[in-house]
C-alpha cells in the first residue's frame, strides 16, 4: 500500500472510531435522559461507524490471521500507553493544574496495566492451543479498573463499590 493512501487510512480509521466512541457515549446519556429513539439513532450510527473503521483495519492488514499477533499488538498498545502515553499526558495535566485530566489519566494508566498482564497471560495461552482462562471479566464502570472472576469490594483504584462494576 502507498504511503498516502496508507496515511489516510490510518486518519480515517481514527476518525471512525472516534465517532463510534462519541457517539456511544452520546446514546448512554440519551438514555439516562428518556430518549430512547435518539438512543437508538446514537447505536445505529455508531455501529456503522464501527463497521467503517473494521473495514479500514482490514485493509490496513492489521488484522492477522494468527492471533497470537493480534493479542501481541494489544500487548504493544497497552504497554505503549503505561510506559509512553500517559505518563507523559498525566505530567502535562499535572503541570497545567487540570484535575480532572489528571484523575482520567491515572485511571487509564492503572486500568491499561492491568490490560497488559492480562493480555500477556492470553498470548501465552493462545500459543499453546488455549481459551482465556477467566469465566467472566468484571470492569469498574468509574475508571476502568479490571478484576478476572471476582469482584472486589471497592476498587482499589477509585474506590467505586462494587454495584458499579460491569460483568463481561
Do not use: W
Not at 505518563?87 to 497545567?96: C, D, G, M, R, T
Not at 498482564?117 to 492451543?129: C, I, N, S
Not at 475508571?143 to 482499589?156: F, L, R, S, W
Amino acid at each position: 500500500m502507498r504511503d498516502m493512501t496508507k496515511q489516510f487510512l490510518e486518519a480515517a480509521f481514527a476518525g471512525e472510531s472516534m465517532a463510534h466512541m462519541k457517539y456511544s457515549i452520546f446514546a448512554e446519556e440519551a438514555e439516562k435522559k428518556g430518549l430512547k429513539k435518539l438512543a437508538n439513532l446514537f447505536k445505529a450510527i455508531a455501529y456503522a461507524e464501527f463497521v467503517h473503521a473494521r473495514n479500514h483495519f482490514k485493509a490496513l492488514a492489521k488484522l492477522s490471521e494468527e492471533m497470537a499477533e493480534n493479542v501481541q499488538q494489544c500487548i504493544d498498545g497497552e504497554t505503549f500507553e503505561v510506559e509512553e502515553m500517559y505518563p507523559v499526558y498525566k505530567n502535562a495535566a499535572e503541570f497545567q493544574d487540570e484535575k480532572d485530566a489528571v484523575r482520567t489519566t491515572h485511571f487509564a494508566m492503572e486500568a491499561e496495566k492491568i490490560h497488559a498482564e492480562m493480555y500477556k497471560k492470553a498470548k501465552e495461552l493462545v500459543e499453546k492451543g488455549e481459551d482465556y482462562s477467566a469465566e467472566k471479566i468484571y470492569i469498574c464502570s468509574i475508571c476502568g479498573y479490571t478484576a478476572e472472576d471476582e469482584i472486589p469490594e471497592t476498587c482499589p483504584v477509585c474506590n467505586a463499590p462494587k454495584e458499579k462494576f460491569v460483568e463481561f
